[in-house]
């Protein structure tokens, strides 16, 4: 080991562990915010009389064009300063706008509450990723970024547990706001539990000095590199279908296959926390193992893992029964979510520590856009145009036209393995040479 490095990576311990259970926790209240539209999407289109395509603009690109694109100069910001600051500021601005959802009277409110949650949110993930990085060094930042990214999973499993049965035994406004209140706290003892670390500590050229980059060089730096572009696309065709699926899951169990709240509350947010949680713990451990030695690991984990999810997603959307279709479910739970500790990692690992922000934000950028901006937008206008045709399946052939999403987010990442491979070749010749 390089003994310019010894100081900081004795770092890596106690302090990097509770930072990193800090950091998930926060997102898991980020996931938890919002996945409530969605989790109570019934009672509140009963409420509100809303239709699927106002619910899945409100979900998808209304949220969307804040979350993403407010991503990056926050992203900017946070490479220059103090980004546990800016995460703890981001956590108590959408915690706020969370309370705000429960209060809105009518769509307008609700869509101007959802937007202050995206420009909340967008400051919570971005800088999550470059202070998981510079606290955990390489070879351990696969199974970090795993147990980080589990925080979707718990989220997701509390808002349908905690939000459903709030939503069952009072009413959805009350969960908006009490999930709200708890977000602000959580701000404050995240603001005073960890401390910021340096930058770039951990890596073998930390010791290097360079030039802070402009913010532009960074985008053209990202959208020049086929690796970068290829898993930011992969994984937004992969997120156009979680998302997409996902924002009308509890909506169509209930409509379609006949859960109540109090159901959904304990069968599908146990489906959640195991399925989600295992593809994310299974996931960052297979990348820690396999990506050191074969770099195109961090692009066939995931390809491999959606073509076996599909043929069980297919099996959940045809289901004649709840509890058939939540077994079904399962599987793709699971293996739908192993594309984001790979596109995390091999991102992180691509760029500079300088760069790490940006980057990070650029990635959700564009998966973001395409997965959680489209999917839900395009399911539910799907769901309201078949609804003449189909008033009782509407929601059900909506998420089968899913389908040939699994194909092309597979074949992009199958082509990104390939673009690893080659660059893996071309590198071992160089230094052969």
């Avoid at 995931?302 to 297919?314: N, V």
């Avoid at 959307?317 to 293996?335: D, E, I, K, S, Y």
């Avoid at 074949?411 to 491979?421: D, H, T």
Wanted: glycine share 10%; net charge positive; charged share 10%.
């Amino acid at each position: 080991m390089n003994n310019a490095l010894a100081p900081a990576r004795s770092g890596y311990g106690s302090r990097a562990w509770i930072a990193l259970y800090m950091l998930c926790g926060v997102y898991v209240l980020n996931f938890l915010d919002r996945s409530l539209l969605s989790i109570l999407a019934k009672p509140i289109e009963d409420t509100l009389h809303l239709s699927d395509g106002q619910l899945g603009l409100i979900g998808g690109l209304y949220f969307a064009l804040f979350y993403c694109f407010i991503a990056i100069p926050v992203g900017w910001f946070a490479d220059r300063s103090n980004r546990v600051n800016v995460l703890s500021l981001a956590c108590a601005l959408w915690s706020v706008a969370t309370a705000c959802c429960g209060l809105a009277a009518n769509y307008g409110q609700l869509v101007l509450a959802r937007m202050a949650v995206g420009v909340g949110e967008a400051g919570g993930v971005p800088p999550s990723y470059a202070l998981i990085t510079d606290f955990f060094p390489p070879g351990h930042r696969g199974r970090a970024l795993g147990i980080y990214n589990v925080g979707p999973a718990i989220g997701t499993a509390i808002g349908i547990a905690f939000g459903a049965s709030i939503a069952a035994a009072f009413n959805w406004r009350d969960a908006f706001i009490a999930i709200g209140i708890i977000g602000v706290f959580a701000a404050v003892a995240f603001r005073f539990s960890v401390r910021e670390p340096p930058r770039g500590g951990l890596d073998e050229r930390s010791g290097q000095a360079t030039i802070s980059p402009s913010f532009w060089a960074t985008v053209r730096m990202f959208f020049s590199r086929r690796t970068l572009l290829l898993v930011a696309l992969g994984s937004g065709a992969t997120q156009f279908i979680t998302y997409g699926a996902g924002n009308f899951t509890t909506l169509f169990l209930m409509r379609e296959k006949g859960m109540t709240l109090h159901q959904v509350a304990v069968y599908y947010a146990l489906v959640v926390a195991v399925g989600m949680s295992a593809g994310m713990l299974i996931s960052g451990k297979l990348i820690d193992r396999f990506a050191p030695r074969s770099k195109p690991a961090y692009a066939t984990i995931p390809a491999l893992s959606l073509l076996l999810a599909m043929p069980f997603y297919l099996g959940f959307v045809w289901a004649p029964t709840w509890p058939l279709a939540l077994l079904l479910l399962l599987p793709p739970m699971c293996l739908n979510y192993s594309y984001l500790s790979a596109a995390v990692a091999l991102v992180q690992e691509e760029v500079r520590p300088d760069q790490r922000v940006v980057s990070g934000a650029l990635l959700l950028l564009v998966m973001n856009f395409i997965g959680l901006g489209l999917g839900p937008t395009y399911v539910g206008a799907a769901s309201d145009f078949l609804r003449a045709a189909h008033p009782g399946h509407s929601l059900q052939i909506a998420l089968f036209t899913l389908t040939p999403f699994y194909l092309v987010a597979i074949l992009i990442f199958f082509y990104l393995a390939r673009v690893l491979r080659d660059e893996q070749r071309l590198q071992a010749g160089v230094i052969a040479v």
